[in-house]
């Protein structure tokens, strides 16, 4: 069956150093996003991509970068991690643009822990 | 801007009492999607309903209803002899055209409903 895994599951670093989550979908998807998960704000979006090579900009795109150079993956790279980047991160992918069904599949997310 | 708004952070409900829960969202856009997503315990999100701006008709499925309407620019949510396992975070989403063709959700807060047995 189809899916989208993240990894780790749970990562705990310190201020200042630069961390990696990945994220592979194998629904074949062009969209996918990064979204991260805070108490009383529901889901923000960090940044997207609708396909290999184009990433762009979400709400809260400060201190994170993506890349995309398969379908199947979109690392985020937190560049120099801060306590404010303490989080549950998501990954989610849909199908291409312009269908009428573009309800997101999420991943199981990772839990973020600077100190 | 687009906005969703769930009003009710929090509900708790005993088991087999019936409990709506409220999403009221903003746009300028004429086509548009609207989505409930469930978040339980363990932490994943699980898609419930996609609904288009076009089909105010009212969905069931189950013990789940939903009601659109567009005139109070509501979507409301509404379990029927509710579950324990109902307990859960539900999120009200709307997706919205942006740059051309492509589409991006707005999440509301989240209300977190309590089922108590």
């Known amino acids: 069956d189809a899916e989208i895994t993240q990894s780790p599951r749970h990562k705990i670093t310190e201020t200042g150093r630069q961390v990696t989550l990945a994220c592979h979908q194998t629904w074949n998807h062009n969209n996918m996003f990064w979204y991260r998960q805070d108490l009383g704000h529901g889901l923000r979006l960090i940044h997207y991509?609708?396909?290999?090579?184009?990433?762009n900009k979400g709400e809260v795109s400060d201190g994170y970068s993506v890349s995309r150079s398969n379908t199947e993956d979109l690392p985020l790279t937190l560049e120099s991690a801060a306590s404010s980047q303490t989080s549950v991160y998501f990954c989610a992918s849909s199908e291409e643009a312009g269908s009428s069904y573009n309800e997101q599949f999420f991943g199981p997310g990772t839990r973020l822990t600077v100190l | 801007a687009q906005k969703v708004t769930q009003a009710q952070t929090e509900i708790s409900v005993v088991e087999k009492e019936d409990v709506t829960l409220d999403c009221v969202y903003e746009t300028r856009d004429t086509t548009y999607y609207l989505f409930w997503y469930k978040q339980p315990p363990s932490g994943e999100l699980v898609f419930l309903i996609r609904r288009n701006s076009f089909d105010e008709q009212n969905e069931i499925s189950g013990r789940y209803s939903w009601n659109f309407q567009k005139s109070t620019s509501s979507f409301n949510f509404t379990i029927t002899a509710s579950q324990v396992v109902d307990s859960a975070v539900y999120f009200c989403?709307?997706?919205?055209?942006?740059?051309?063709?492509?589409?991006?959700?707005?999440w509301g807060a989240g209300t977190k409903l309590i089922i108590k047995p």
């Open positions: 989403a709307l997706s919205e055209r942006f740059m051309d063709s492509n589409y991006q959700l707005i």
């Open positions: 991509s609708y396909g290999v090579q184009d990433t």
